[in-house]
């Protein structure tokens, strides 16, 4: 039986989104190619057809590849091949895995991949909202259980309008991504230039709103051409367990959450879990114990939920509004350029300061920034101990790459302009202690190193994480979330900004029906807490400090642009000699802005010595310390500086009669000359009995 081909196209925003159906991968379980303009991606979504046996967590993968060939690139590199994914591809990956995970049915368990291969790149059209669409359409027309659909979009904000999918690199007050279900937004992802809360709220109803034609387009098409969906089995024995299990861990587990530390709250809630696997499954059958384990988890969800939103007492006696005690302390490490530490409750956060030079700058080799140079970069790491575990330690996984770029688009709003600072900045925010909000915690540690290192960042900024506990009508939103309350919450929003305005937001939700209301609830309880960490970070230090004594210097002499290729010299071999003699690192622009990297000033005094001597232009009168080159019957060929010869006549060698000049000169000796005359053509006429006794003068160095 043949698979029934179909293509839609759609208009939104002005643009025409194609949608092409079972033609390409048709042994996928679901397959679609979304094009906008020139840009394509192929997005499949396969699930095996029965789960593990044992399977007690629900295993999807979302994959997303940006290939080269997409651009007409061949990668860089030795391969020549696309080898692990770049942080772009991993960050996408987890936009598009975020919204669709919370839309697979309880119990369904089976092992589902989704992937998305983007295959032509049209840099007007990004990529990553047509692969979270194809995703949700080719799980709509699949059999895999999905409670779609789901839309992604990408907003932005420009002259004071909102408008669909600005261009990468557009300059925008918003640059925001958004997922939504027809009744609720499930993910949003923003950074932002200093927006009012209210602004926020405008842009999330705008995108969902225009959402709406896309809602009803998958609807159709999952009509038309969708597989019947498999059914997802019932747990009898879940069921049969889920009374007794309840009976007897309740009371226990309500003791649990009244304990206020961490560890000490877990030891007790295992302790009631062992109880339970004591009494019921005194044989220790495998089945039976992972369903006792799961209904232990439901106990501890629903005594939680039930608590705050009884009394709005929560699992560490705060209440609502209540952000945790804070610590802050600067300079606490002695050799980075800066460094802080910040302290939430059990969430701690080190953060360190490194300036580099321009070739400490980050290349980004993908498909869409070909070439680009990044001069601040901020690295998330998230060791086992934090959380008092052991684990392998490995590269950056996907959580701690995403809580880093949350981080660094917070922070990145305020930092200064390169030509007013001219460093490359590494931060690296080392989490020592977690339990809720450490990427938080990194924003607020991270602006406290910058300052720490005399970074001239334009105001502090800082970071909270909310939550949300709802059952029907009733609702608690919660400031400064423990990690339990993000478990067995219904929110995480992460709101980061100044005392200006927000620069970055993160939202997931696991429910619908989330309001417009509610969530300015959320956005002005989030303000307030925000202002009040602000205000302890800028008792500890408001103002940059000053360079460490172990940050390298920066000095910046100007040139004439045609004086460039001269300062570089043939093969680099000129500025690879000032470097060589002055241990310096040096860069230059175009526009023939020379930038010294230098350790003392000493050192880069020379340099500016050097280089103000070669690209300096000779001048009748000046004596100079220059290399004899060649010599000839009549005279000798002299270097007075890289590139810039003149002729010294023999009858300018010496004050007496002079009848051979290899009589006073050999070639490659160093003699001081005087420039006696500039022709028209640029020829220099040197003298060497004119600079007899005198010096190097101020106007040839």
Known sequence: MSIKSLTREIEIGGKTIKFEFNKFAKQAHGSVMVSCGDTQVLVTVCASDEAKEGQDFFPLTVDYFERFYAAGRIPGGFFKRETKPTDREVLTARTIDRPLRPCFPEGFLNETQVICT????????????????????????SDIPFNGPVVALRVGLKDGQYIIDPLINEKTDLDLTIAAKPGAVLMVEAGANFLSEEQMLDAITFAHKT?????????????????????????????????????????????????RTKQERRKALSEATKKALATLNPEGDVPK???????????????????????????????????????????????????????????????????????????????????????????????????????????????????????????????????KFGYTIRLVSEVLESNGSSSMATVCAGTMALLNAGVPITEPVAGIAMGLIKEGNDYAIL????????????????????????????????????????????????????????????????????????????????????????LIGPGGK???????????????????????????????????????????????????????????????????????????????????????????????????????????????????????????NATAT
């Open 118 to 141: 983007v295959m032509s790149y049209d840099p007007q059209h990004q990529p990553a909202p047509l692969a979270c669409m194809g995703a949700s359409f080719a799980l709509m027309i």
């Open 479 to 566: 400031s400064d979330i423990l990690g339990d309350e993000d478990h067995l919450g219904d929110m995480d929003f992460k709101v980061c900004g100044t005392a200006r305005g927000i620069t970055a937001l993160q939202m997931d939700i696991k429910i619908g029906g989330l309001t417009r209301e509610i969530m300015g609830k959320a956005l002005d309880q989030a303000n307030r807490g925000r202002m009040h960490i602000l205000g302890k970070m800028i008792a500890t230090i408001n103002q940059p400090g000053e360079l460490s004594e172990h940050a390298p210097r920066i000095f910046k002499i100007k040139i004439k642009p045609d004086k460039v290729r001269e």
């Open 574 to 696: 000129v500025i690879k000699k000032i470097v060589a003699q002055t241990g310096v690192k040096i860069d230059i622009d175009d526009d023939g802005m020379v930038n010294i990297v230098s350790p003392d000033v000493t050192s880069a005094e020379a340099a500016k010595q050097m280089i103000r001597t070669i690209t300096a232009e000779p001048e009748i009168g000046a004596i100079y310390l220059g290399t004899v080159k060649k010599i000839m019957d009549f005279g000798a060929f002299i270097e007075i500086k890289p590139g810039s010869e003149g002729l010294c006549h023999i009858s300018q060698l010496a004050t007496t009669r002079v009848e051979r000049v290899e009589d006073i000169l050999k070639e490659g000796e160093e003699v001081l000359v005087k420039i006696l005359e500039i022709d028209r053509q640029g020829k220099i006429k040197l003298s060497r009995k004119d600079a007899l006794g005198k010096k190097p």
């Open 289 to 419: 114990t992972r369903a006792i384990k799961k209904i232990c988890e439901e106990v501890q969800y629903d005594v939680v939920r039930h608590e705050i939103l009884k009394s709005h007492s929560r699992i560490d006696g705060r209440g609502l509004e209540d952000v945790r005690a804070i610590s802050c302390e600067v300079n606490v490490l002695k050799r980075p350029h800066g460094s802080a530490l910040f302290q939430r409750g059990e969430t701690q956060a080190l953060a360190t300061i490194t300036l580099g030079a321009g070739d400490d700058e980050q290349r980004l080799d993908t498909i869409a920034t070909p070439g680009v140079m990044k001069t601040f970069m901020l690295h998330y790491n998230f060791p086992p101990f934090s959380v008092g575990e052991c684990k392998p330690m490995r590269g950056p996984g996907r959580r701690e790459i995403g809580h880093g770029a949350l981080a660094e688009r917070a922070i990145s709003q305020v930092l200064p302009d390169s030509s």
């Open 211 to 259: 959402m709406e034609p896309i809602f009803e387009l998958q609807l159709e098409i999952q009509r038309a051409i969708g597989k019947e969906k498999r059914q997802v089995p019932v747990n009898q024995l879940f069921e049969s367990l889920m009374a007794p299990v309840k009976a007897t861990v309740h009371d226990d587990v309500v003791k649990a959450f009244q304990i």
